[in-house]
């Protein structure tokens, strides 16, 4: 039988999943943005759209909205929320607690969102991460200062990504930043900053465990492409290698760790430069964003977006999900601002790119090979280009927003 599924989606994406679940047969609501509603989402894949309109200061009213929600209930059933974005894991979660729906809820979910939360979880499951501390009281702060190395990195706890991260270089400017964050210093974590390799791993859970494990290297972080400006890339890790096999295992006792039945995750994880072990840095219970989906789908022949949708409509008709077959082979992807509008890719022919973006101020390509030296080789020379002809970068916010 179908299903009604609401997505929400309050930053514009997730329309591979839109499509995967309407035609699984399903009645599909979208909850967005009032400000995204003449993106080009698939209409034809939605059966209807509801619009929510963020204020100013950030923050959306879960209670006013669930009112909202209520009132379209008494003439539409919905069966299962997905929240498609990691703004929208907390709405959620949130949503499916007021109307009794399954799925993941507040606590569950704050692993998945909260960055305090995560932390703790995995310290209490046995799994490596970097020391850290909440601002919560000032003799723990203080401890903390005095045990660790500097640097030393304050970050939001509700943020995505790299947004409204500092980092500080020694105890009097620890507690200077501290200080400046007045009343909202209990929404801010500190951590030990370790230098290293920074992966992500992209998987897909069903029925609590993990079905398709695909780990990737940042060769530019996103703290140093936010912080420094810099060209977001990527590249798939070697196959059978042991940082590969590491972060495989690492990956799988985390999402277990923290409970996730099904979804589509996002992970990162650093291997420490001093040590050379692995340390657990965030999670997400999303598709990974700045096109690592299609940069996975390029490697690997499984589209994320896709499968969850699928992984979704099988929990919901107690059907049996199965993953498709792989298709492994290399791929890496290449991200900058660029200064012009549509900047010129004639430059840009080799017949590896498998993926050109399509975005205003943005130069971007994923390429694909069976051979990861020449993945590399060709990151390697078009960034070259790429700063050489139309890299930009813009200024990282110093706090953070909602």
Not at 282 to 288: D, I, L, Q, Y
Request: aromatic letters at 12%.
């Amino acid at each position: 039988m179908p299903f009604s599924f609401l997505c929400i989606a309050t930053y514009f994406k997730g329309n591979e999943f839109l499509k995967s679940c309407k035609e699984a047969g399903n009645t599909v609501y979208l909850l967005t943005e009032k400000k995204l509603e003449h993106k080009p989402w698939l209409r034809s894949h939605i059966d209807e759209l509801f619009f929510v309109e963020t204020p100013d200061h950030g923050v959306l009213d879960l209670n006013d909205t669930a009112k909202g929600l209520a009132y379209a209930l008494r003439s539409r059933k919905i069966d299962r929320i997905v929240a498609l974005d990691d703004f929208d894991v907390e709405k959620g979660a949130f949503f499916r607690e007021t109307f009794r729906l399954p799925g993941m809820g507040q606590t569950v979910a704050r692993y998945f969102r909260d960055k305090l939360a995560m932390r703790m979880k995995a310290a209490e499951a046995g799994l490596r991460v970097p020391a850290f501390s909440a601002l919560f009281n000032d003799a723990e702060v203080n401890a903390f200062a005095d045990s660790v190395t500097f640097p030393v990195v304050i970050k939001p706890r509700g943020e995505a990504s790299t947004a409204g991260i500092r980092k500080v270089w020694n105890k009097d400017e620890l507690w200077q930043v501290i200080h400046s964050l007045g009343d909202r210093r209990h929404e801010f974590l500190v951590e030990e900053f370790k230098p290293g390799h920074v992966y992500h791993v992209d998987a897909l859970t069903y029925k609590g465990k993990v079905q398709f494990n695909w780990v990737s290297q940042y060769l530019s972080t996103p703290m140093e492409v936010a912080h420094g400006g810099g060209v977001f890339r990527s590249v798939t890790t070697p196959f059978g290698s042991a940082e590969e096999k590491a972060l495989r295992a690492f990956n799988e006792k985390l999402l277990t760790a923290f409970g996730l039945e099904y979804s589509a995750s996002h992970s990162e994880f650093i291997q420490c430069h001093e040590d050379g072990e692995f340390y657990f840095l965030e999670t997400a219970s999303r598709v990974g964003g700045a096109h690592l989906a299609e940069m996975v789908e390029a490697a690997s022949g499984i589209n994320l977006w896709r499968e969850w949708a699928r992984i979704e409509t099988a929990t919901a008709a107690g059907t049996t999900y199965e993953l498709p077959e792989l298709k492994p082979t290399y791929s890496g992807i290449i991200i900058s601002l660029a200064r012009e509008q549509w900047p010129d890719m004639n430059g840009y022919l080799a017949p590896e790119i498998w993926w050109r973006m399509q975005e205003e101020y943005h130069i971007g390509l994923i390429v694909q090979s069976e051979n990861h030296d020449r993945v590399l080789e060709l990151l390697d020379e078009y960034t070259t280009k790429i700063y050489a002809e139309v890299h930009a970068s813009a200024p990282v916010r110093d706090t953070p927003s909602h």
